[in-house]
């Protein structure tokens, strides 16, 4: 079946550090990817999503492009501030037919000042 | 409304209980989905909902488990005899529309009604 592997957490970082959070996927067909961001007490939010190979996802200086020949679809950041400070899901939906996100287990972050 | 509505947001109860959690949807969004998210873990699909069709019921983990839908408005996630395993946050989503629709999978969620089975 279709699944979601992300790089465990928690990461800490510094402000202004760079930010990879890795992200690989098991799906067949031709599956969209999505990166969720969920802060302290709030519900998730999309991130940033790509829909085809090589597409690229970006929003609020984050980026992931989605490799189809490694399968992957990291998150990166190239400078990040304290309020980065969340948990960041990484999903994907088959197409064609799935009807639902498939998620991975999450990644937390903490950004010091 | 202006956001998905999840209520309560904290439940503790004992084992065997039953438990109703509900979820409002953004008004106009025709799919509803049900993930359960256990601590430590990701989220795991429990039930889907889109407009008048049959439900995809192919995530509830047991027949302790159901959800209702009044049409595109709320929607019961009720456990019935709970046990601590059941133990995590649950979370509601809606969707402009179900998949193939231009609004598809961009999910937008309530905050979750966190579970505690003692």
């Known amino acids: 079946g279709d699944s979601v592997t992300q790089m465990e957490g928690p990461v800490t970082l510094s402000e202004e550090a760079f930010l990879t959070i890795n992200c690989t996927y098991t799906a067949t067909g031709y599956p969209s990817l999505f990166w969720y961001v969920q802060y302290p007490g709030e519900g998730l939010q999309l991130l940033l999503k790509?829909?085809?190979?090589?597409d690229k996802g970006s929003n609020k200086g984050f980026e992931a492009t989605y490799r189809k020949e490694t399968t992957s679809f990291h998150l990166e950041k190239g400078s990040v501030q304290v309020s980065d400070s969340a948990v960041y899901f990484c999903a994907l939906i088959r197409l064609p037919g799935g009807r639902q996100l498939t998620f991975g287990s999450g990644t937390q972050l903490t950004v010091l000042p | 409304g202006a956001g998905v509505s999840q209520s309560p947001s904290n439940k503790v109860t004992e084992k065997g209980k039953d438990v109703e959690l509900r979820c409002d949807p953004i008004?106009?969004?025709?799919?509803l989905y049900w993930y359960r998210q256990r601590l430590g873990q990701g989220l795991e699909f429990l039930i889907y909902f889109q407009g008048n069709s049959a439900p995809d019921k192919s995530g509830l983990p047991s027949d302790r488990f159901s959800a209702e839908r009044t049409g595109e408005s709320v929607s019961t996630l009720t456990i019935q005899r709970t046990q601590q395993e059941d133990s995590a946050v649950y979370l509601c989503?809606?969707?402009?529309?179900?998949?193939?629709?231009?609004?598809?999978?961009?999910?937008?969620f309530g905050a979750g009604s966190r579970l505690t089975v003692l």
């Open positions: 790509a829909t085809k190979a090589d």
């Open positions: 008004s106009g969004h025709t799919a």
């Open positions: 989503a809606s969707s402009l529309d179900g998949a193939g629709g231009r609004g598809a999978n961009v999910l937008t």
